[in-house]
Antibody, heavy 117, light 110 residues
Framework: QVQLVQSGAEVKKPGASVKVSCKAS????????ITWVRQAPGQGLEWMGW????????NYAQKLQGRVTMTTDTSTSTAYMELRSLRSDDTAVYYC??????????WGQGTMVTVSS | QSALTQPPSASGSPGQSVTISCTGT?????????VSWYQQHPGKAPKRMIY???KRPSGVPDRFSGSKSGNTASLTVSGLQAEDEADYYC??????????FGGGTKLTVL
């Protein structure tokens, strides 16, 4: 079946970087884009950015420009999201989702990233 | 990239209907017919309920419907059931492969 499986929880210190993976299966990886969404504890969903799995083109939310990088590895059907210079307010559950014609139809299970000294 | 505006809460009794609004601008909701709605139960990943304003994915009950007028989109849940109690988020395409979410609405079934 179509699914996205994300990497496990991470604990990082302020100023460090984190890289979350999202492995796709059950569909042609390069036929869809991948988006990343995060959710701070008790808060709403925040769109972080998008990557085309076909071309590698990206577009990031303005507030994360310069700190986030999204990449894909088509040989393993895996998308990655790296966030640098981590702060306490980056503590959140990070989701990847497949983009199907401007909506997000398949979601990963989420990855908890905790930033704490 | 300002968040779309949703009421923080909504409620209804079993069997009743409830409508959740989602207000944006002409740069997002009003500019594209690409509004989608997501249901999220506690501790779970969001689930797509509506896409392209009013289309329902396979498996989503027809009690869920969507509409749009100008810069405001709406999600209506008819015949409320206990399992509909969840957080609901709207999202809109905003051009150039960017999207924006609403702040979320907590739906309570009384």
């Amino acid at each position: 079946q179509v699914q996205l499986v994300q990497s496990g929880a991470e604990v990082k210190k302020p100023g460090a970087s984190v890289k979350v993976s999202c492995k796709a299966s059950g569909y042609t990886f390069t036929s869809y884009g991948i988006t990343w969404v995060r959710q701070a504890p008790g808060q709403g969903l925040e769109w972080m950015g998008w990557i085309s799995a076909y071309s590698g083109n990206t577009n990031y939310a303005q507030k994360l420009q310069g700190r986030v990088t999204m990449t894909t590895d088509t040989s393993t059907s895996t998308a990655y999201m790296e966030l640098r210079s981590l702060r306490s307010d980056d503590t959140a559950v990070y989701y990847c989702a497949r983009v199907d014609w401007h909506a997000f139809d398949i979601w990963g299970q989420g990855t908890m990233v905790t930033v704490s000294s | 990239q300002s968040a779309l505006t949703q009421p923080p809460s909504a409620s209804g009794s079993p069997g009743q209907s409830v409508t959740i609004s989602c207000t944006g601008t002409s740069s997002d909701v009003g500019g594209y017919n690409f509004v989608s709605w997501y249901q999220q139960h506690p501790g779970k990943a969001p689930k797509r309920m509506i896409y392209e304003v009013s289309k329902r994915p396979s498996g989503v009950p027809d009690r869920f419907s969507g509409s749009k007028s100008g810069n405001t989109a709406s999600l209506t849940v008819s015949g409320l059931q206990a399992e509909d109690e969840a957080d609901y988020y709207c999202s809109s395409y905003a051009g150039s492969n960017t999207w924006v979410f609403g702040g979320g609405t907590k739906l309570t079934v009384l």
